[in-house]
């Protein structure tokens, strides 16, 4: 069995190696291949930095949506049985199965003006495309699954004991929701939450058709990127690129934290 461990061992590091290590190590060799300086006048341009905070922003938004709109949908389908509990939970991970282009596609055809709630939406002075809003909706739809399939498990897991013995001393529902039922679940919450930021971050697929990218305004990170590789400014593009690949490893970094940690808690 050893020489046998030993060959899947090798093959999955070599696998790891070859397909994600080799690749971020040339994103950051690229990235500060003419030195320190160069590197912090890609990112610290007008137009770059501007991307940069936009994207953290808003995916920040996201997240606290998420936190709290995923939260209470998973328990909307643990705690009740309706019409349509199956599908509705399938259609949870809709955003999984849809390239991000297609999700972009349905959001423009929804939300544009030659849409019958384009036109209603424009009539009543509300904007929702080629705008902050319209990225937000857009990370929000693409990081759907991602509170609700953390947060869930724990739900199911979770001893209704202790629910009813909260009852039984008196304490009302919301109470026992935020003092006793959120307490169990805000492991999930804070995982789901930081996978959704990682993932917001990185989106370009359906923000790229809906946001305008307008440089300065409504550009994300991952949009400038693929812009500055269309002008042939690889430097730039790799400095960027950077940045959001740190900010994503703390990210998930924190999540294995913050697992490990309810792992010895449990």
Known sequence: MQPVRAAFRSVLIGYLLILVVLPISAVYAKGFSL???????????????????????????TTVIQAVIGTLSAFV??????PGRRLLSSLVDLPFALPTAVSGLMLLTLLGPSSPLGVWLEYAGVHLLYNETSIVIGM????????????????????????????????GKLFTF???LLPSVAPGIIAGSMLVFSRALAEFGAI????????????????????????????GAA??????????FAVLWTVNAVQKKRGTQL
Request: glycine share 4%.
């Open 239 to 248: 400095a960027v690129s950077v940045l959001l690949l740190t900010l994503s």
């Open 35 to 61: 030195g320190w300086q160069p590197f912090w006048n890609e990112i610290s341009g007008a137009i770059a930095w501007k991307a940069v905070v936009l994207t953290v922003k808003l995916s920040i938004v």
């Open 140 to 171: 929000v739809f693409i990081t759907l699954p991602f509170v609700i399939r953390t947060v869930q498990p724990l739900l199911e897991q979770f001893d209704s004991f202790e629910e009813q013995a909260s009852y039984t001393l008196g304490a």
């Open 77 to 82: 389908l643990v705690r009740y049985r309706f």
């Open 178 to 180: 935020f003092n006793v």
């Open 208 to 235: 790229s058709m809906i946001s305008g990218n307008l440089p300065g305004k409504t550009q994300v990170a991952s949009v400038f990127i693929y812009t500055e590789i269309e002008n042939y400014n690889t430097q």
